[in-house]
């Protein structure tokens, strides 16, 4: 099994990377829009604490996971015309951008909601901000922005996927999942 990627698969980071980071994102995404829209009281609380708990966790992952998407010398695509080579190299760029900025705004709302952020009571990051309604707002706005952009992203990228799979049958899962492109 090779760690790296070459140019026909991707290599067993970049892979756990991918599926690892599609968790957290997808549970986050879930987690995010159902307290949304609870009222305010004890439910909405858990709900919050749990998904700033998740986040900070995969704070790091996400991170490194972007720095070694970036770092990495991406597979080859699979032969397809131009047009739609560019737009799946688009939709994962700002797949990309959308989880850096994610894991940037969630923290700085609490900082400058003058609150802290971490895991329950096992670790907190107190703010080093003063406090802000106007940034605060301005960072809610933000996540609440792109985490419907993923959402928008994440639609087009499995739309590629199953066109890949059903109608060009190239396995381009197979190869997110280990094995290579065919040919
Ligand atoms: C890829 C990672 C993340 C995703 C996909 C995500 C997704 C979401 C979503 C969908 C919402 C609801 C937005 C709305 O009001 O419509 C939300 C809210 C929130 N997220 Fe995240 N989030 C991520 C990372 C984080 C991190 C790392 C933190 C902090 C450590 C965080 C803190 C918050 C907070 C405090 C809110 C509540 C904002 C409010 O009260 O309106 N998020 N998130
Ligand atoms: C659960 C459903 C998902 C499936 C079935 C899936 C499938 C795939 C496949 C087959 C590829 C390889 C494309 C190629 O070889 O050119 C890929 C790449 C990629 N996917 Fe997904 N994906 C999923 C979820 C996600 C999520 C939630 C994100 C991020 C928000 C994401 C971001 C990316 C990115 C950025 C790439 C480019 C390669 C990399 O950096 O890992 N995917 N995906």
């Known amino acids: 099994m090779t760690t790296r990627d070459t140019p026909a698969a991707y290599g067993a980071v970049s892979r756990l990377n991918h599926w690892i980071g599609a968790l957290f994102v997808i549970l986050l995404l879930g987690i995010g829009l ?6 305010r ?6 709900w919050r604490s749990l998904h700033i708990a998740i986040g ?8 490194f996971r972007v720095f070694w ?19 799946s190299n688009i939709v994962h760029a700002l797949l990309l951008a959308g989880i850096v900025t994610m894991v940037v705004t969630g923290p700085l709302i609490q900082w400058f909601g003058g ?18 309604e106007l940034w605060h ?10 985490a419907w952009a993923i959402i928008w992203l994440l639609g087009l990228h499995l739309l590629g996927v199953i066109k890949h799979q059903f109608i060009d049958r190239d396995r381009l899962l197979a190869r997110m999942t280990g094995r290579g492109l065919r040919g």
């Open 56 to 63: 900070t966790i995969a704070i790091p992952f996400l991170l």
């Open 34 to 39: 159902y307290f949304s829209d609870l009222p």
């Open 137 to 146: 707002k301005r960072m809610e706005d933000i996540h609440g922005f792109v």
């Open 69 to 87: 998407r970036v770092r990495a010398t991406s597979p080859l695509p699979p032969p397809q015309a131009p047009a739609l080579q560019r737009l």
């Open 41 to 46: 009281g004890l439910e909405k609380t858990y």
């Open 115 to 132: 609150r802290a952020f971490g895991i329950f009571d096992v670790v907190q990051f107190a703010s080093p901000l003063a406090k802000s």
